[in-house]
């Protein structure tokens, strides 16, 4: 009789709340090799990636401590955090 493997799930710490949870409940901001910073919805963009809860609070919690900047070893500008904010919020509900 085979014992069934048990896969294990990939675990990744949230930039915003700091909580370690499964990778598949995170959503992934990228810097890209071009130098933009985007929502990676798939999880298979190429470049740097920061995981973060897909609700405001994180995300706001990761902006005004800086970790979702010094993740990705750059700046954000405004812009772009206001689409990923607005990508979440279609995400959470």
Do not use: F, W
């Not at 910073?37 to 190429?46: A, E």
């Not at 800086?66 to 995400?91: G, R, T, W």
Request: with cysteine.
């Amino acid at each position: 009789m085979a014992a069934t493997k048990i896969r294990k799930v990939p675990q990744r710490m949230c930039v915003g709340c700091r909580e370690m949870k499964n990778k598949r409940d995170l959503v992934r901001v990228v810097k890209t090799p071009e130098g933009s910073v985007l929502l990676d919805t798939t999880g298979k963009k190429s470049g740097r990636g920061a995981y973060i809860c897909p609700n405001q609070e994180c995300l706001n919690l990761a902006v005004k401590h800086k970790s979702l900047q010094k993740a990705l070893q750059q700046e954000i500008p405004a812009e772009v955090l206001e689409s990923i904010n607005n990508q979440i919020a279609i995400i959470s509900s």
